[in-house]
T-cell receptor, first 113, second 115 residues
């Protein structure tokens, strides 16, 4: 089956690191994505990782992938108030014959001073 | 660089009214998608169009129709709106069908309320 699960809320202090976790079910997913949604806006692609990679780093963002456990995480270093948003994990299973995305319900990140 | 543009941004309808949500992309993408976003449920695919001239059902197509007018435009129509269709609707596009390394790009959404 295809399912993506995330915790719904995360609260961190400004300047600390944030870690948002995600589990997925479809082992055929070759790409996994992190999207960010700010209030009243659409989804903005943050980063994505190919399934043969364990880690990808892009400035303050670090993505870790444990393919054996089907676990994906997004670490945001030095979290700022501008990082407050909903973060969606998505998998891209090969079934379906199109660029199919299965989204988690989203993790709401709240950054406080 | 507009990306994916959706109109209108907000709409309130009465039960039974019809409505067409418009979407246009200027990235020369082949594939386009319509999603709905409901609280606590992430995004669910309503319909998609892998290329100009083709459309297919997604996860939740009932109550909706779509038209891929040309390569740029993909519209979503509610023929007889129901309160269960109150949601935020997102249009997205991507370059290639079936290519996982071609991420989907999203519009800002249409917030639709059905009374």
């Amino acid at each position: 089956g295809e399912d993506v699960e995330q915790s719904l809320f995360l609260s961190v202090r400004e300047g600390d690191s944030s870690v948002i976790n995600c589990t997925y079910t479809d082992s055929s997913s070759t790409y996994l994505y992190w999207y960010k949604q700010e209030p009243g806006a659409g989804l903005q692609l943050l980063t994505y990782i190919f399934s043969n990679m364990d880690m990808k780093q892009d400035q303050r963002l670090t993505v870790l992938l444990n393919k054996k456990d089907k676990h994906l995480s997004l670490r945001i270093a030095d979290t700022q108030t501008g990082d407050s948003a909903i973060y969606f994990c998505a998998e891209s299973p090969l079934s379906g014959g199109y660029n199919k995305l299965i989204f988690g319900a989203g993790t709401r990140l709240a950054v406080h001073p | 660089n507009a990306g994916v543009t959706q109109t209108p941004k907000f709409q309130v309808l009465k039960t039974g009214q019809s409505m067409t949500l418009q979407c246009a992309q200027d990235m020369n993408h082949n594939s386009m998608y319509w999603y709905r976003q409901d609280p606590g449920m992430g995004l669910r695919l309503i319909y998609y169009s892998a290329s100009e001239g083709t459309t297919d059902k997604g996860e939740v197509p009932n109550g909706y129709n779509v038209s891929r007018l040309n390569k740029r435009e993909f519209s979503l129509r509610l023929e007889s709106a129901a309160p269960s269709q109150t949601s935020v609707y997102f249009c997205a596009s991507s370059h290639e069908q079936g290519a996982g390394n071609q991420p989907q790009h999203f519009g800002d959404g249409t917030r639709l309320s059905i009374l």
